[in-house]
């Protein structure tokens, strides 16, 4: 009898969470951050979060939730229901970084979640204190050498994408150097600024500010190319540290589970956004590059992970950085 009910249970539920499925979302539904507010993920959040509330018919509350260099927003979504009600702007760090970082994973990027699609990517920018005694990069590798001992990087947590870029840089320099994990970029911005730190490697979109107001110094862009937005910023190959790439990249990811109906939607709506002409503006104007077309979607950003996660192993390892 256990059993008839059980399956009765089952067959009806089927075309009901069919419907509910269909009618997504019925609801507010929620966008985890998994770094603090002001930080370079929570801007490019926000940013986007409106303009997907507005196709998506419902209200797109954007949640920070810090920690663990973006591991503890992400681990929520690993763990979350998977009824498209909750979803997470993983980067990077989330999804590249952390299996070789962890000893023991809070989560598996590849079968833990259902990938909805790449957003945008930006290069990471080397900036230090302003009273540092160097003007270019070649001065501050001097300055490196000379001082590594008493010196200190700031990032926005252990392993996250604040953290791995400067250890590019670390190394191609030969260097160690202390590292300072903060909860957030923001927080780390601002004891560079204060002198507290020497420096870090931040997101083009929150450093840029600082640069222009002169609270830090620009010294290399860790890209394959130049900004826009800071031109006369040599690239780190350009200014004598070849090899040094970081670019670093977000997307949008469900829990693993969701249902598909909901997973396309997404989908739409996510590319609808940042094909949005204001959205555009914006987040050029913040020195993002939105991913293309043929770049976007769950079929590209499920094979994308796996070959980051390849790709950051190395330099994770060669550094001896293991979270136990």
């Known amino acids: 009898m256990l059993a008839i009910a059980g399956l009765a249970l089952a067959v009806a539920g089927g075309p009901a969470a069919a419907q509910d499925a269909a009618a997504w979302p019925t609801r507010p539904v929620t966008l985890i951050v998994p770094f603090l507010a002001g930080g370079p993920i929570d801007v490019i959040a926000r940013v986007q979060a409106q303009k997907l509330g507005e196709i998506l018919g419902q209200t797109v509350v954007v949640e920070n939730v810090g920690g ?113 994990p903060y909860r957030g970029a923001a927080p780390a911005m601002q004891d560079v600024i204060g002198g507290r730190t020497d420096y870090m490697c931040d997101s083009i979109q929150t450093a840029v500010p600082q640069v222009t107001q002169k609270n830090v110094k620009a010294l290399a862009v860790l890209s394959g190319t130049r900004s826009p937005l800071l031109p006369e910023v040599p690239t780190a190959t350009e200014a004598g540290l070849p090899g040094v790439e970081a670019d670093a990249w977000n997307a949008i990811f469900l829990p693993k589970g969701t249902p598909e109906p909901i997973v396309k939607k997404l989908v739409a709506a996510v590319n609808q956004t940042l094909d949005d002409p204001t959205v555009r503006k914006r987040l050029d104007e913040l020195g993002l590059s939105i991913v293309p077309p043929e770049r976007r979607g769950p079929d590209y950003l499920a094979k994308y992970v796996k070959s980051e996660i390849d790709r950051w192993a190395p330099a994770i390892k060669a550094a001896g950085l293991k979270v136990e």
């Open 68 to 180: 663990g260099g973006g591991a503890l927003g992400a681990q929520r979504i690993a763990r979350g229901a998977p009824d498209g009600y909750i979803f997470v702007m993983g980067n990077v760090g989330t999804h590249a970084y952390h299996p070789t970082l962890y000893a023991k994973p809070l989560y598996d990027p590849v079968a833990d979640f259902q990938p909805v699609g790449l957003t945008t990517e930006s290069p990471r920018l080397l900036v230090v204190r302003p009273t540092l005694p160097a003007d270019d990069l070649k001065g501050f590798v001097a300055f490196a050498k000379a001082n590594h001992a008493t010196m200190s990087f700031g990032s926005g947590g252990l392993g996250s994408a604040t953290h791995i870029p400067c250890l590019l840089v670390n190394q191609a320099m030969g260097v160690t150097v202390t590292h300072v």
